[in-house]
C-alpha cells in the first residue's frame, strides 16, 4: 500500500506565489479604473435670440 505524497513546501510557495500575484494584478486594475478620468459634465452653450429675451423678461418681470 502506498501512502498518498503530501504536496512539498515548494508546491505550496508556487502555489502561494501564484495567489499574491493574482490578488496583486486585481488591486492594480481596480486603481487604474479609478484614477480613469472621469465623463465631464456637458455646459450648455449661452442662450441666444428669442430664449435670451424671454429669460430676460422673465427676470425683469420678478424685479418689478
Known amino acids: 500500500m502506498t501512502t498518498a ?6 508546491r505550496a ?3 502561494l506565489r501564484y ?13 487604474r479604473s479609478a484614477r ?3 465623463s ?5 452653450p449661452p442662450a441666444t435670440g428669442a430664449t435670451q429675451r424671454d ?6 418681470g420678478k424685479a418689478a
Open 13 to 15: 510557495l508556487r502555489a
Open 19 to 31: 495567489v499574491n500575484d493574482e490578488l496583486t494584478r486585481a488591486s492594480e486594475a481596480i486603481i
Open 55 to 60: 429669460t430676460a423678461a422673465k427676470y425683469a
Open 36 to 38: 480613469a478620468p472621469q
Open 5 to 10: 505524497r503530501r504536496p512539498g513546501p515548494v
Open 40 to 44: 465631464r459634465l456637458r455646459v450648455q
